[in-house]
C-alpha cells in the first residue's frame, strides 16, 4: 500500500508553475492537500471557518474598516488552523457577546445587574479564547505578521470560489435544442 504526501501550496510553487501565489493555493486545495500561511501548513479552507471568524467579528471577514493586528492574526489562524479545538471557545464568544447587547429591558437594578454580569462572562469568554489563539500562534515558531495577514486574505478569499476556473461565455443562456422524454 502506497501512501501519498500531503501536497501544499509550496509543493506547487516549487514546481515549473507559473501562476500567481492564489493559484498555488487553489492548485493545493483543489488537489485536496494542504495550504499555507505563513509558510505553515493549514487545513483546506471550509465555510465553517469563515462562519466561525465571522462571528468573532474578526476583520478578515467583516467590513470592519479596521487595520489587522496581531491578535487578529492570532484569532484567525487558531479558528483556520485549529478548527475542531477553536470551535467551542469561539462560540462561547459569539453567545456571549449576543447576551450582553443591550436590550429595552429597562433601567432597574436587576436588568442593571443582569447586563454587567453578562459583560463580565463575555469578557472572560474572549479573554480564554485570545489566550489560547495567543499560545497557538505561539506553538507555531516565528512567522511574519505581515505575510500571516496577506495569507490568511487570500486563504479566506479561496472561499469564495475558484479564480482559476474558466468562465462560460454562454453561462445564462437558454441552450437550443429540445430534450425528449420518451
Known sequence: MTTETTRTTRD????????????????AAAAGGAAEIAGKPVPTPTAAAVALL?????PFVTDA??????????????????????????????????????????????????????????ADAEADFDRAAVDFLASLGPLSLAAASRDIARYLALCSGFEMLPEDPDAGKKKAGATSTT
Open 54 to 58: 465571522d462571528a468573532l467579528g474578526s
Open 65 to 122: 474598516g479596521r487595520d489587522v493586528n496581531y491578535i487578529d492574526v492570532a484569532r484567525a489562524l487558531y479558528v483556520i488552523a485549529a478548527r475542531e479545538k477553536a470551535a467551542l471557545p469561539a462560540l462561547r464568544v459569539f453567545r456571549r457577546r449576543e447576551m450582553a447587547e443591550p436590550r429595552g429591558d429597562g433601567d432597574d437594578d436587576l436588568a442593571l445587574a443582569t447586563r454587567l454580569g453578562a459583560a463580565e462572562r463575555l
Open 12 to 27: 506547487f510553487a516549487a514546481e515549473a508553475y507559473d501562476g500567481s501565489p492564489a493559484d498555488a493555493l487553489e492548485l
